[in-house]
């Protein structure tokens, strides 16, 4: 037994999830990095090397089974990261490297780069021989023929004549694929306006780990600075990360890094396995040179990495709501800082997280106030709505407003936040509602095909034909969904092309790119969608964005709905005016004189959130003081409730412990019921911990450590959770 080597090894399951094995043959030690395949239980699963140095020499171990690998797969610091998540996120050291590998690696996939696909672009050579009755062969020729230059494999299969044959025609000596052209000519970078070059400057001028905040108003040219920093930084043959928003990912946005700089990749949540771990592969090697990518991107290891960028960094899509809770912002800094290079967290209304930063200066605050190109910043009105009759939703101001701006052939933007045809369908009688078998959801009605939806659970039921309370059947839609308000603005402006942006009108990226295409025409249009038509997009002729309802929002209690709120209303009027035409944003509000409202629209969104952040500290609330939540759901409700209890009581003790004379380390909330309490048949319960520093939060919840529970019981852990109710 002693002549074994022992090795540690993580596995991706949950408890300890690092384990010992040996290894029977002694020169034949993996590296660490590597993924080996070991037994566990009665199953084989696969596991990375975490260390090669155990050398207490042990019982018991099991020998592991394979090695994969000849080189790491994780190198060092990715595996730094991984640990440093682990210890963050509480969350085991294998289940963490697993979410860091591409699935297709952590399945097995072999870990080497294919070469890249032959080309597609195909030119005549020798028509003659072709026999004269086979007639595609000589539409294919005649084809070749008159196109003069070589045409791609996918015009040709669009135009009837088949891959198998091409190749056929291709060993014949008819056909010759060509590389593909030279290299595209690169679009110049633009002349910066002063506020422009001075963040490039500065950034520029950054050599080591500095974090800044660009804060540019929506059309304030932060792309173009992006680009700007970028280019010395791959002039230097380093490389660049631009993380962006799930939704952020149109051919637009790519085609402006594509079109200023060769070697661009992209990974995001559409490749498949085999291509993401293809990108991640390129990315190592530096043969990718930029690499823009939403959240999970965030794992990619670089060869020489120079630079990370991240567009639109309050947005929640870089936070991940399941598995290993992790903020891709936030594992930014911390990559930035091993690497030690500068980090640019861009966007139009940060997050108070990062402002908070910047007021404890520990990040450089840049601005830029004006937009580029000579635009305005759009207007702002409020329309209310008290004692007025609507229609579908809209007020008859309101659909003044809209048939002014069709007629100055403007166009038009409805953002709405909910999806369906009406989120509730009520009885007129009792005031029953029909809500899921499953949640405690109402659901919502849609139109084409007609069906009850739960947008929680995701069930689908028939509509009922009568009140399941009382039995009437007057049930009435209430409220107003995307598909509602299309089919109002439909028999309001007969004969306006109308595009619905929303979940279900785009399940596929070609079907949002082919509305987006149709809209960049520039012709008067009416866009109505959720915020999908928020972010990102650039829409030129846009002249009027009317916001349906405003309320919701700042009625939540989450502490964050006034700055989600926030955000989205400015961001959804950034979408007006962008060009030469000025824009107008109208927002349809039950409480006009809202005063977080009043702030927002009359001072803007550095004074919102100066004076949200300010509150926010004076309550004890992040990013002021550190928060985590506990979770927990069973089918049994009391399982959830007592798991939740215990915790506290175990929590509390420590925290009074850890804590000065006077005062404990930590407020401990709850456990209270989830604000969607019961979702597909789980009930769930949430318990809140708020910390009077990082490290004794760290601290508290490293003793939770591995309690025992029922097996039915799901729990987890968030630390600095996103939805806080
Ligand atoms: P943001 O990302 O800040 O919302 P964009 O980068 O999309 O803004 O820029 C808005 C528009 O302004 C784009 O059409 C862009 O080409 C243009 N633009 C940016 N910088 C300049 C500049 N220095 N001069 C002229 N036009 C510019
Ligand atoms: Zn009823
Ligand atoms: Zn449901």
Redesign the pocket.
């Known amino acids: 037994m002693a002549s074994h080597h022992i090795i540690q090894v993580a596995v991706p399951r949950p408890l300890h999830s690092v384990y010992d094995y040996h290894v029977d043959d002694a020169t034949e030690i993996p590296l660490v990095g590597a993924r080996l395949r070991v037994p566990f239980g009665r199953s084989e699963v696969i596991g990375i090397c975490v260390s090669t140095a155990v050398d207490a020499p042990h019982e018991n171990t099991k020998a592991i089974l394979e090695i994969l690998d000849a080189e790491p797969v994780i190198d060092e610091e990715l595996l730094e990261l991984a640990r440093w998540m682990s210890g963050y996120y509480h969350y085991p050291l294998g289940e963490v490297l697993a979410t860091i590998l591409p699935s297709a690696a952590r399945k097995g996939a072999a870990f080497d780069i294919k070469p890249p696909p032959p080309p597609d672009l195909w030119h005549l050579v020798d028509p003659s021989a072709v026999s004269p009755r086979a007639k595609t062969q000589l539409a294919l020729v005649q084809h070749l023929q008159e196109a003069a230059a070589a045409v791609t494999g996918t015009e040709l299969e669009s135009a009837g004549f088949n891959r198998p044959m091409l190749r056929k025609l291709e060993n014949l000596g008819v056909l010759e694929r060509q590389a593909e052209a030279t290299a595209p000519t690169l679009d110049a970078p633009?002349?910066?306006?002063p506020e422009?070059a001075q963040a490039i400057d500065a950034v520029t001028q950054a050599k080591e780990f500095t974090p800044f905040l660009l804060e540019?108003?929506?059309?304030?040219?932060?792309?173009?600075v992006y680009l700007q920093i970028m280019a010395p930084v791959l002039a230097q043959a380093q490389q660049v990360l631009v993380l962006v928003p799930e939704i952020a990912l149109t051919p637009q946005t790519l085609a402006r890094f594509e079109n200023r700089f060769a070697g661009v990749g992209v990974m995001h949540s559409a490749l498949t396995d085999q291509q993401r771990l293809q990108t991640w592969l390129r990315c190592r090697s530096g043969d990718i040179r930029v690499l823009i990518g939403t959240r999970s991107a965030v794992f990619t290891p670089f060869n020489d990495l120079g630079l990370i960028i991240v567009?639109e960094e309050h947005d929640s899509s870089y936070k991940q709501q399941e598995g290993l809770r992790y903020s891709a912002r936030d594992l930014t800094v911390k990559r930035a800082q091993t690497a030690n290079i500068p980090l640019l967290l861009?966007s139009?209304t940060p997050s108070l997280e990062s402002l908070y930063n910047v007021q404890r200066q520990r990040y450089r605050h840049l601005t830029?106030t004006q937009?580029?190109?000579g635009?305005l910043m759009p207007r702002f009105d409020v329309i209310d709505l008290r004692g007025q009759r609507l229609r579908g939703g809209f007020s008859d101001t309101l659909i003044r407003i809209i048939r002014q701006h069709l007629a100055e052939a403007g166009q038009v933007l409805i953002y709405l936040n909910r999806r369906g045809f009406a989120p509730t369908l009520l009885c007129q009688h009792c005031g029953w509602q029909c809500v899921c078998s499953d949640c405690d959801a109402k659901l919502t009605l849609h139109r084409r095909p007609e069906q009850m939806v739960c947008h929680h659970c995701s069930l689908r039921f028939a509509l009922p034909e009568r009140c399941e309370h009382c039995g009437h059947e007057d049930l009435i839609p209430v409220g107003v969904g995307t598909q509602r308000a299309e089919e109002t603005l439909v028999e309001l402006f007969p004969g306006v092309p109308l595009y619905r942006i929303d979940r279900d009108t785009t399940r596929t990226t070609t079907q949002l790119n082919a509305q987006l295409e149709q809209i960049h025409r520039g012709r008067p249009c009416i866009m109505v969608g959720t915020q999908m038509l928020a972010k990102g997009h650039?829409f030129?002729q846009v002249t009027l964005v009317a916001v349906v309802n405003a309320d919701a929002g700042f009625l939540s209690p989450d502490f964050r709905a006034p700055e989600r709120t926030a955000q989205l209303i400015v961001q959804v009027a950034?979408r007006a005016g962008?060009a030469e035409r000025p824009g107008e944003v109208w927002i349809q509000s039950y409480q006009p004189d809202n005063p977080l409202l009043k702030r927002l629209l009359s001072q803007g969104y550095g004074s919102f959130a100066e004076a949200e952040l300010a509150s926010r500290l004076q309550a004890g609330l992040p990013p002021g003081q550190p928060m985590a939540m506990l979770r927990a759901e069973a089918f049994e409700p009391q399982l959830a409730l007592e798991f939740l209890q215990r915790c506290k009581s175990h929590l509390q003790k420590h925290a009074d412990h850890l804590g000065e004379e006077t005062a404990s380390a930590a407020q401990i909330m709850g456990p209270i019921p989830a604000p969607m309490a019961r979702v597909a048949k789980r009930t769930r319960f949430q318990l809140v911990v708020i910390a009077v520093s990082r490290p004794q939060l760290h601290r508290l919840l490293a003793s939770i450590g591995q309690p025992k529970t029922h097996a039915s019981l799901r729990w987890s852990i968030d630390v600095d959770p996103y939805d806080a109710m």
């Open positions: 633009l002349n910066p306006t422009q540019g108003v929506t059309g304030s040219g932060k792309t173009e567009d861009g139009a830029i937009r580029a190109g635009a650039h030129p950034g962008r």
